[in-house]
Structures are given as structure tokens and as C-alpha cells.
């Protein structure tokens, strides 16, 4: 009995030690979330607001932020029409907030005018997640599999304007390369979206991200 006794407590004592956690990638967190989901919009502040409310829930966020939103390039339909009755009893909320706080996405509620280019402090916050993301596998990534995403550094303020303002051309042009085509995702976002990140962090559009090349310039 003691030897089988004794091997049981050695079985018990490996399962205890083994470590539980998985061999997958974190999942993103709400900010994260939130973050992704304010980068489809345009932002008077750059974003600011959007990352410093970004840790509260999406209605919370909303109306904190909805000052900073470029309303002139944002046009707001309450399709369900839920919004109207509920504005009726808070008018100083608006139909436009109270359409924009929904904690879902609607399709056809938000409609934004022109092209968005992602808001420089929430694309500095999202990269930042995406360099702390790990895979806790002791397996080393395969570079041809899980690149590292490039996270150059700021533009210095006096060049930041004219930075975007080039940019934001060249953003229009690959996006217009794209039409009709299933453009390529880099990082869960489109290669244009990245082929920009990268132009306004360095002041030049880039030849590839990737390993894809950036049409537009």
C-alpha cells in the first residue's frame, strides 16, 4: 500500500505544479475593443478622449467623447427608431448620442462622410496593445506566421500636420488601387490602414508592410 500510496502524492503533486494556463494569445480586452471601435470614426482631439475613457464601456465612452466627434463629417439615422422615443424623455441627450452610446453597431446608424484615417492617439494606444501581446506557448513564433507589427516612433509635432496632410493622400490613392478588389488585412486592419500608420510615423510613404506592397505612392 505505501508504494502506491506514495506514487499517487508524486501524480498529485505534478498535476499541482503543472502550469494552467493556455497556449493561446490573450484575448483583447474592452479597451481594446472600444478602441477599435472609435478608429472608424473621426476625431476633433486626435482621439485623446477616446483613450482616456477607453477602459469604461462603450455608452460610457460615447458621451464623454461625443463633443470630440467631427460632426460635420458624421451623420447620424435612427433606423429602428427606438432612439426617438427614448430621446423624447432625455432631449438633452440628443438622437445623435443616443444612437451613437448603443452598446451594439447597427448597420446604418453611424454614417461617416469621406475617408477616415485612424485618430493618432488611438492608433499609439493600439499599437502599443499589439506589442505587449504575446503567445504563451514556450514555442518560438514563426516569423512567416506572427510578425511583430512595426511601431515607429512619433512624428515631432511641427512635422505632424503636414505629415498627415501627405499621408492622407496617399492613404486616398491605395484605397482607390483597391476598388473592387479584396484588399489584403494586415493585423486586423487594411493594408492601406497600415501602409498610413506607418507614413505618419515616419513623414514617407511606404514601398510594403509586410511583406505586401503599398500601392499610392
Known sequence: MRPLLHTTLLLLLACATTD???????????????????????????GHCVVREAAQGWPVLAERCFH???????????VTGQCAVASAGAAALGV?????????????????????????AIEAELDAYASKRKPTSKSP?????????LVPTDPHPADYAEWRERCTDHYIKCTGYFAGMKEPRV????????????????????????GHPCPGG
Open 20 to 46: 494552467p494556463r493556455p497556449l493561446t494569445q490573450e484575448a483583447p480586452t474592452p479597451a481594446v475593443d472600444n478602441l477599435q471601435r472609435a478608429a472608424r470614426y473621426p476625431w476633433t482631439d486626435d
Open 96 to 120: 445623435g448620442l443616443c444612437i451613437f452610446a448603443a452598446p451594439e453597431i447597427v448597420v446604418g446608424t453611424v454614417l461617416v462622410l469621406g475617408v477616415v484615417v485612424v485618430a493618432l
Open 187 to 210: 493585423y486586423g486592419e487594411s493594408l492601406c490602414q497600415s501602409c498610413s500608420r506607418v507614413c505618419r510615423r515616419t513623414g514617407r510613404w511606404p514601398t510594403e508592410f509586410s
Open 68 to 78: 470630440a466627434l467631427d460632426h460635420d463629417r458624421v451623420e447620424f439615422h435612427d
Open 141 to 149: 513564433p514563426d516569423p512567416k506566421q506572427n510578425p511583430q507589427p
